[in-house]
């Protein structure tokens, strides 16, 4: 019997090492929540937990409330990552999961976002904490520095960038366009990205050659188009630079591309269209071109109906067609008329209203066309007497 209980114990004994070896495998859990940047609980957001003592990794997403959970994790060191819109926005390490409890990491990117931006501008202002300088990492640190450098720099080229841009302008409005040219030159070599100060460039040389002639104007005017170009590349939708570019097009006759660019300039700002045109128009008629100025002058009254002075000019041009017949009557060609009473219609009051009605008497009235001697008048009358 004896041996019989020997035996018996015996067998016991490895049954008992089975079941001690089940209860190895005890576990716990990790939960949380997660508030987004905007401070409302963050849904969908990527829980990565990365055990560290022995391989293995679990993943879950947070709830509709921000909340997440995760059961069954093997006891252990853990190291727990947020990952929002496939960037690690977070990390929380050495956590210990306990046996049959729950650990709790919650992620707040509010507060985070906060606390980044209080350390950035103490690193920017150089009233970095002793305390802040401890929560940095070394990395951190020097990102922190390097940024600090790289935004002194920046703020160091805007103040020289608006110094020329600003010189430039005051040299512009007293029309010393060696001096803008200068300033506008140095500031295009600061920023070359910047369209308003090609166009500056531009009309600068353009108002410098105004007052030159030949080649030398030629080149100016050169330098002037080159830099409305630059301008345009970089801010192609901008109508006030194709109307000015345009322009420009037209002081050296180059009439089809100052018409094709004006067309540009309608379709982007087509209040503006008749302006635009009635701007080609005076530029045409300054430099002696009375045709093309004329069909400018035309476009306009017909993009712009509501546009007074393009009605004036338009009347002007064709007042330059009209005749006078032997009997000393004005024939004026179709449209004069309309046009100045048109102008009238809408500026009763205007600059050229005057003017406007005396075209219109000019019309209406017989110049004298033979030449009579008044002193010959007045013998003829003594002798009555």
């Known amino acids: 019997m004896a041996t019989i209980l020997s035996k018996t114990v015996l067998a016991a004994v490895p049954t008992f090492f089975m079941f001690t070896g089940l209860s190895l495998a005890q576990t716990g859990s990790l939960e949380g929540k997660v508030i987004g940047e905007d401070g409302q609980p963050l849904k969908d957001a990527l829980i990565k937990i990365e055990r560290k003592d022995i391989k293995g990794s679990y993943k879950v997403k947070t709830k509709k409330k921000g909340d997440y959970f995760h059961a069954g994790l093997p006891l252990g060191n853990y190291k727990v990552t947020l990952e929002v819109n ?59 520095e390097r940024q600090a450098k790289e935004r002194q720099a920046q703020l160091a080229k805007n103040k020289d960038l608006n110094d020329a841009f600003n010189v430039g302008m005051t040299a512009l409005q007293a029309k010393q366009y060696q001096a803008a040219i200068d300033a506008f030159t140095k500031a295009g070599e600061i920023d070359p990205k910047q369209h308003v100060v090609w166009a500056q460039l531009a009309e600068s040389y353009m108002g410098m050659s105004a007052g030159k002639l030949g080649a030398e104007q030629d080149a100016l005017i050169s330098k002037g188009m080159e830099n409305w170009t630059k301008a345009l590349e970089l801010q192609p939708e901008n109508a006030a630079y194709h109307n000015n570019y345009a322009l420009a097009l037209a002081r050296v006759r180059k ?11 309608a379709t982007i700002d087509p209040a503006n269209a008749g302006k635009y045109y009635y701007n080609l128009g005076a530029v045409l008629t300054n430099i002696g071109q009375l045709e093309p100025a004329g069909e400018a002058f035309k476009k306009a009254t017909e993009i712009s109906p509501n546009y007074a002075p393009a009605h004036f000019q338009y009347g002007i041009y064709l007042m330059s067609k009209a005749q006078t017949t032997t009997d000393g009557r004005i024939v004026a060609p179709p449209g ?5 009473e048109k102008y009238l219609q809408l500026e009763p009051s205007g600059v050229n209203a005057e003017a406007a009605k005396g075209m219109i008497a000019s019309m209406e009235a017989t110049i004298q066309t033979e030449y009579s001697n008044p002193a010959a008048e007045q013998k003829k009358s003594k002798k009555k007497k």
């Open 255 to 265: 009439f089809a591309e100052a018409q094709a660019e004006l067309e540009k300039a």
């Open 336 to 340: 004069a008329k309309e046009a100045f």
């Open 86 to 144: 496939g960037r690690d926005a977070d990390v929380v390490d050495n956590v210990r999961v306990p046996f049959n409890e729950s650990a709790t990491v919650n992620f707040n990117l509010q507060e985070q976002k906060q606390k980044q931006e209080a350390l950035q501008r103490a690193a920017e202002t150089g009233s970095l904490s002793q305390e802040q300088a401890r929560q940095l990492s070394a990395e951190q640190r020097a990102s922190l």
